[in-house]
């Protein structure tokens, strides 16, 4: 089997237009994701090479759909994707990071403290079905659940008007076909597939954002 590279590519001319005068707090967090994070398991060795166009840039580019200073919540948060991404790219945003297993909330909280976003991320250990009490203005996600369970799951976080953000890839309007009853039996009134990063980064991120009513 070839040797997989596991030193940090070097951040495309794209992550500049994106992450501003952020852009080495970017930096560091895709040394972190490719050291720290390969080692403990929460991304594989494979991804080294594409952190940049795969992941960082790929979830930071939902901050088109994030009006300013709105609460967001990030639910199985994983390693901090699209969350911490986010945050970086939007230091107006107040983000929480929503995790249950432990290794990844250690994870996400040395991250937040190395990268010196403890004032503006918030990593919680939990559920997301556990946290009723709370909620946020944009609810974000990736690979977590299909359509209709991620509903049920992040609906109750929303606040009202809110909306949930889910990263999915080139089979997005599919799934909201297939998925479009379930959405609805979760109380889904609105629901469309967006692409968004266009002409910013190579590649568009696809995702699927819908909520209780008109935006």
């Given at each position: 089997?070839?040797?997989?590279?596991?030193?940090?590519?070097p951040?495309p001319?794209?992550?500049?237009?994106?992450?501003?005068d952020?852009l080495?707090?970017?930096?560091?967090?895709?040394?972190?994701?490719?050291?720290?994070?390969?080692?403990?398991?929460?991304?594989?060795?494979?991804?080294?090479?594409?952190?940049?166009?795969?992941h960082?840039?790929?979830?930071?580019?939902?901050?088109?759909?994030?009006?300013?200073?709105?609460?967001?919540?990030?639910?199985?948060?994983?390693?901090?994707l699209?969350?911490?991404?986010?945050?970086?790219?939007?230091?107006?945003?107040?983000v929480?990071?929503?995790?249950?297993?432990?290794?990844?909330?250690?994870?996400l909280?040395?991250?937040?403290?190395?990268?010196?976003?403890?004032?503006q991320?918030?990593?919680?250990?939990?559920?997301?079905?556990?946290?009723e009490?709370?909620?946020?203005?944009?609810?974000?996600?990736?690979?977590?659940?299909?359509?209709g369970?991620?509903?049920?799951?992040?609906?109750?976080l929303?606040?009202?008007?809110?909306?949930?953000?889910?990263?999915?890839?080139?089979?997005?309007?599919?799934?909201?076909?297939k998925?479009?009853?379930a959405l609805?039996?979760?109380g889904?009134?609105?629901?469309?597939?967006?692409?968004?990063?266009?002409g910013?980064?190579?590649?568009?991120?696809?995702v699927?954002?819908f909520?209780?009513?008109?935006?």
């Amino acid at each position: 089997m070839s040797e997989v590279s596991r030193e940090t590519p070097p951040a495309p001319s794209a992550a500049a237009g994106v992450f501003s005068d952020r852009l080495d707090v970017a930096e560091r967090y895709a040394a972190l994701l490719v050291g720290p994070g390969v080692d403990r398991g929460l991304l594989g060795p494979r991804e080294a090479p594409r952190i940049w166009d795969r992941h960082l840039l790929n979830c930071a580019v939902i901050e088109e759909l994030c009006p300013p200073g709105v609460t967001v919540a990030d639910v199985g948060s994983g390693a901090g994707l699209p969350g911490l991404a986010l945050a970086i790219a939007r230091p107006d945003l107040e983000v929480t990071l929503i995790e249950p297993l432990l290794r990844r909330c250690i994870f996400l909280e040395e991250a937040v403290e190395h990268l010196g976003l403890s004032g503006q991320i918030e990593v919680v250990r939990s559920r997301a079905e556990d946290l009723e009490h709370r909620s946020y203005e944009r609810v974000t996600s990736r690979a977590v659940a299909p359509l209709g369970k991620l509903a049920r799951r992040c609906l109750p976080l929303l606040t009202p008007g809110g909306e949930v953000i889910a990263i999915k890839g080139s089979s997005a309007s599919e799934e909201l076909r297939k998925e479009r009853a379930a959405l609805a039996r979760a109380g889904v009134t609105v629901a469309e597939v967006v692409e968004v990063g266009e002409g910013r980064v190579d590649t568009p991120t696809t995702v699927v954002r819908f909520g209780r009513g008109a935006r």
